[in-house]
Antibody
Framework: QVQLQESGPRLVKPSETLSLTCAVS?????????WTWVRQPPGKGLEWIGE???????NYNPSLKSRVTISVDTSKNQFFLKLTSVTAADTAVYYC????????????WGQGILVAVSS | EIVLTQSPGTLSLSPGERATLSCRAG???????LAWYQQKPGQAPRLLIY???NRATGIPDRFSGSASGTDFTLTISRLEPEDFAVYSC???????????FGQGTKLEIK
């Protein structure tokens, strides 16, 4: 059973860069699936940030595309999120996840990490 | 971008009752690309239904999904105490690639 675990700073200053790591266990990141980042502001709905294939072909939410970079390190079985020029609106629980076995859905989720943007 | 509108925003029911949750797409959506999630406070979402009507592994058969045109429905036949949560629908678009989510329906105990 694949498991995902987010890590990174829980407090980021405005205008700085948010950087998160997702460690994958119980399966290889090179298994042929899409690896995803989703966020959820407090009390609000889910927002897809982007996804990446193990070969490194990312897709991004158009509304965040100018600020987002998702990358992968197959040797470490990890993938990463960078979000630049953050504001208070970027305060959210950030989830790393993997597409479901049958595709077109997200079947495996990390526990999430709350990142606050504040000075 | 396809907009998903869920209704009602909040649904108040009692254990044992039947719950019907709606998700309407702003334009045509392939049923293959529609999923439903359950989320409890402080927890990550859990995949319930994929492909509009297929239960994910380990999901009880009281949960079912259906589709009619741009309208998708999640039905819980007999509510158990552990079913009270927020439910979100999701669609995957291939051009450009990406997921969008509905705003969620909160199912609360009456």
């Amino acid at each position: 059973q694949v498991q995902l675990q987010e890590s990174g700073p829980r407090l980021v200053k405005p205008s700085e860069t948010l950087s998160l790591t997702c460690a994958v266990s119980g399966g290889s990141i090179s298994s042929g699936n899409w690896w995803t980042w989703v966020r959820q502001p407090p009390g609000k709905g889910l927002e897809w940030i982007g996804e990446i294939y193990h070969s490194g072909s990312p897709n991004y939410n158009p509304s965040l595309k100018s600020r987002v970079t998702i990358s992968v390190d197959t040797s470490k079985n990890q993938f990463f999120l960078k979000l630049t020029s953050v504001t208070a609106a970027d305060t959210a629980v950030y989830y790393c996840a993997r597409e479901g076995t049958h595709g077109y859905s997200i079947g495996y989720w990390g526990q999430g990490i709350l990142v606050a943007v504040s000075s | 971008e396809i907009v998903l509108t869920q209704s009602p925003g909040t649904l108040s029911l009692s254990p044992g009752e039947r719950a019907t949750l709606s998700c309407r797409a702003g334009q045509s959506v392939n049923s293959r690309d529609l999923a439903w999630y359950q989320q409890k406070p402080g927890q990550a979402p859990r995949l319930l239904i994929y492909g509009a009507s297929n239960r994910a592994t380990g999901i009880p058969d009281r949960f079912s999904g259906s589709a009619s045109g741009t309208d998708f429905t999640l039905t819980i036949s007999r509510l158990e105490p552990e079913d009270f949560a927020v439910y979100s629908c999701q669609q995957y678009d291939s051009s450009p690639p990406g997921y969008t989510f509905g705003q969620g329906t909160k199912l609360e105990i009456k």
